[in-house]
Nanobody, 118 residues
Framework: QVQLVESGGGLVQAGGSLRLSCAAS????????MGWYRQAPGKQRELVAT???????NYADSVKGRFTISRDNAKNTVSLQMNSLRPEDTAVYYC????????????WGQGTQVTVSS
């Protein structure tokens, strides 16, 4: 079992920045993507950004140009640098690890709250 622990959430003003980090308890050896998802009150969980194990990123349109996802495989960490934050970015952010090979496996962190004030 892989444990994912997020950190870095908090309260910031609109236009500010925040950096989220996710630490995995061990290396995921299979083919995998890691990413960040978020869920705002009353809304469905949505993808924010993902990154492959060879560092190819993918972003939701709403965060392109503002957020940057990165991973450090040597440290078993994934980060999300969030700039130009908006109130609509307010949500609980969850770290995810998805293994596609040799078995399909998903791991989720406990979530970290990000609140952006007007």
């Amino acid at each position: 079992q892989v444990q994912l622990v997020e950190s870095g959430g908090g309260l910031v003003q609109a236009g500010g920045s925040l950096r989220l980090s996710c630490a995995a308890s061990r290396t995921i050896f299979g083919k995998n993507n890691m990413g960040w998802y978020r869920q705002a009150p009353g809304k469905q969980r949505e993808l924010v950004a993902t990154i492959t194990d060879d560092d190819t990123p993918n972003y939701a349109d709403s965060v392109k140009g503002r957020f940057t996802i990165s991973r450090d495989n040597a440290k078993n960490t994934v980060s999300l640098q969030m700039n130009s934050l908006r109130p609509e970015d307010t949500a609980v952010y969850y770290c995810n690890a998805h293994q596609s090979w040799p078995r399909v496996l998903d791991y989720w962190g406990q979530g970290t709250q990000v609140t952006v004030s007007s």
